[in-house]
């Protein structure tokens, strides 16, 4: 009984490891290398098409995931990321990143709100990191950011991800 309990001991980190690979694999569906066709053929028709300099970028967004798939000249996938997320929004830079900038990196928002005690639009951006959250980003009248914030999403209708 000791020798399994000993042998169970030794092999379990491993174990471990192994369905922990194999998790984020099923939830990663799309891999370095992939054609375009073969992302299509998983994810469906982008929510936008980004022009990159001398990549393109395929954006799939739906409710609380927004995908960023990086494509090369030759059509094959350089990178993707789920990127609403802390360390992401962390990213953004006040008084430098314009309106273009955040949705190129994080796709259209949720939705976008004016307040009479701002002079721009406010974005607001859905994302999930064990509970609902909402991240908004403040823009001024030539559409730069001035600053974010995040806080509890509280809404009442659950978001419908595709992914």
Not at 6 to 27: E, K
Not at 61 to 81: F, K, W
Not at 133 to 139: A, D, K, P, R
């Amino acid at each position: 009984m000791h020798a399994k309990l000993d042998a169970l001991r030794r092999t379990a980190p491993a174990l471990a490891a192994t369905l922990l690979l194999s998790a984020c694999a099923a939830f990663s569906p799309v891999t370095p290398g992939m054609t375009g066709d073969q992302v299509a053929a998983r994810l469906g028709k982008p929510t936008r098409v980004l022009p990159m300099g001398e990549s393109t970028r395929w954006q799939y967004a739906a409710g609380q995931q927004a995908i960023m798939v990086d494509l090369d000249t030759a059509g094959r996938v350089t990178s993707a990321r789920q990127v609403l997320n802390a360390s992401d929004f962390a990213r953004i830079e006040v008084g430098l990143w314009t309106r273009a900038r955040v949705q190129s990196e994080f796709g259209p928002p949720a939705k976008v709100d004016r307040v009479a005690s701002w002079p721009g639009d406010i974005m607001t951006y859905r994302w999930r990191e064990f509970e609902d959250l909402l991240f908004w980003v403040y823009l001024d009248q030539n559409d730069v950011v001035q600053r974010t914030g995040q806080g509890l999403d509280l809404s009442r209708d659950p978001p419908h991800d595709r992914f």
